[in-house]
Structure formats: C-alpha cells, structure tokens
C-alpha cells in the first residue's frame, strides 16, 4: 500500500528553522501537484504550501518569506524548509498529493509535530 511518512518535526526556538522531509512509496509526486498541511490544537487543517508541476508554488499568507516547499521526484520526496520559526507555527504538518479537481491523493500519514517554544 502506498504510503506517506513525514520528518524533520521537533521542538525549536522562536526564530529557529526546521527541514520538513514528507516520502512517498508511489512517484505521484512527479505527477499531482504537491502539498504540506497543518493542524494546530482545535484548528482545522489548513494548506501551508504547495508545490506544482513545473514547480510553480504557493504559500499561506502567513508562512510566505519564510517557508520554501520543494520536492526531489527521483526520491519521491517533498520538503519544507521552515525558517525564522514563530509559535504560532506550532501544529502537526502533514503532506499530501492533490489530484487537479482537489481531492487528495494519499491517506493521510501521521504528520510529524513542530513546537516553537523557548
């Protein structure tokens, strides 16, 4: 079964960074565009980046600046490069694929947490 398993999380200090690594069993990532995710405490959960062919991206208002997603299609891999951390960005993320009409492609894994504290 194909499977997604997400990296990199851990606890940071304000103003750190983190390398999220998100690998797929499958190579749909070459194919659909790509996505992280996160979902605080009590939050639904909310796009953060995202990744599409021809390596066109997009970032939530409130990551733009200071995240950059990118993806190795040889490894079938996404990253997310998280920089000058704030604990409002304190969530589990998760990634996925996301075929053209917006559903998703992979069960969702089990994330990986990020905590911005000092």
């Known amino acids: 079964q194909v499977q997604l398993v997400e990296s990199g999380g851990g606890l940071v200090q304000p103003g750190g960074s983190l390398r999220l690594s998100c690998a797929a069993s499958?190579?749909?990532?070459?194919?659909?565009?790509s996505g992280w995710y996160r979902q605080a405490p009590g939050n639904q959960r909310e796009l953060v980046a995202i990744?599409?062919?021809?390596?066109?991206?997009n970032y939530a208002d409130s990551v733009k600046g200071r995240f950059t997603i990118s993806r190795d299609n040889a490894k079938n891999t996404v990253y997310l490069q998280m920089n000058s951390l704030k604990p409002e960005d304190t969530a589990v993320y998760y990634c996925?694929?996301?075929?053209?009409?917006?559903?998703?492609?992979?069960?969702w894994g089990q994330g990986t947490q990020v905590t911005v504290s000092s």
């Open positions: 996925n694929a996301v075929r053209p009409g917006g559903s998703y492609y992979y069960q």
């Open positions: 990744i599409f062919s021809g390596d066109m991206t």
């Open positions: 499958g190579s749909i990532f070459s194919i659909y565009a």
